[in-house]
């Protein structure tokens, strides 16, 4: 049973510090900032989660004191991850205002969303919208 | 066996921090430095995650937790000010 639970956690420490590897040279690889985006979204929040359940079993099965912060730590980088993603592509697409002019037309009356309002928003959307993309 | 897959682990994630510390001195845009350090904050998780079990210690995971909180804030709070000019309105 420890035998099992060791090649477990090794497995998972293994295979965490590999997609961290790969999420870094993917970020080193790719040729311009969107695709690069991709690497360290997914493959480094996979390895880091590896990592940590890797952890949470060592405890819980090894050494017998079960802790609640790695699902934690786990539950709050998933979540943080994609949002953080999402801001620093909205905020290179609002800086490079040129890659607006390769954008395909979307065939409706609104143009796509970070840089027009959505259709029937807010007031307070629509200047969240045409504020940024003209600063 | 653990100690040799740790040892795979601190290896891999302190390279990762250097093509990462890499990115973050090449640039070329300013965003690409802001994605260098945020993804440079969840590899230093991963190590303090690692060296806890190393240690066979469970005083390191508030500080993972202090650095993941951080880091997210750090990150939303400079795309905020570039995207807007101000962080908080």
Redesign the interface.
Known sequence: MTFVLELLVSLLIVGGGAFLLIGSIGMVKLPDLLTRLHAPTKATTLGVGGALVASMVFFAGLEGTLSIHEVLITAFLFMTAPISAHFIAKAHLHEHTELRDGLPPTGRPVGWSTFDAAPGAGEADEDDGRRGAHD | ??E???Q??F???S???L??L??LLRGP????R???V??MV??I??LI??A??HE?S?IF??A??LF??FG?IS??AY??F????DVIE
Request: hydrophobic fraction near 65%.
């Open positions: 066996m653990i040799y897959a740790l795979f682990g290896a891999a994630a390279l990762a921090l093509l990462n890499w990115r845009a300013l965003m690409d802001v994605l260098a945020d993804t969840i590899n998780i991963a995650v690692l806890g079990i066979r469970t995971f508030e993972a937790l993941a909180m997210f990150t939303v795309c905020r570039i995207l807007r000019g």
